[in-house]
């Protein structure tokens, strides 16, 4: 079982910066590849960013590439997802989500564990 807690999310406006953390605990990290998704309201759950086990590849969503990165700590346990350039489009609650094995997947169904989310929202 794994465990994992976002945090980061608030208010901000459009064009500033956000970083989000997920802090998971449970089991060997670093065998999992993690992601994170969002929702807004009335959508769908949508593929953000995710990271292998070993940190050495990395994918995104078209929506947000070249303005998100996604990184991880395995000494720490942690995924971040630092937000720059942030849109209204941009506003959902985000999702971490940990997937067994450290091979990436842009499909939600892939992952087994996830946090309860945090809330973005970006004011134009």
């Known amino acids: 079982q794994v465990q994992l807690v976002e945090s980061g999310g608030g208010l901000v406006q459009a064009g500033g910066s956000l970083r989000l953390s997920c802090a998971a605990s449970?089991?060997?990290?670093?065998?999992?590849?993690m992601g994170w998704f969002r929702q807004a309201p009335g959508k769908e759950r949508e593929f953000v960013a995710a990271i292998s086990g070993s940190g050495g590849y990395t994918t995104y969503g078209d929506a947000v590439k070249g303005r998100f990165t996604i990184s991880r700590d395995n000494a720490k346990n942690t995924v971040d997802l630092q937000m720059n350039s942030v849109k209204p489009a941009d506003t959902a609650v985000y999702y971490c989500?940990?997937?067994?094995?450290?091979?990436?997947?842009?499909?939600?169904?892939?992952?087994?564990?996830w946090g309860q989310g945090t809330q973005v929202t970006v004011s134009s």
């Open positions: 449970g089991r060997i990290f670093s065998n999992y590849a």
């Open positions: 989500a940990a997937k067994p094995s450290g091979l990436v997947t842009t499909r939600s169904a892939g992952y087994d564990y």
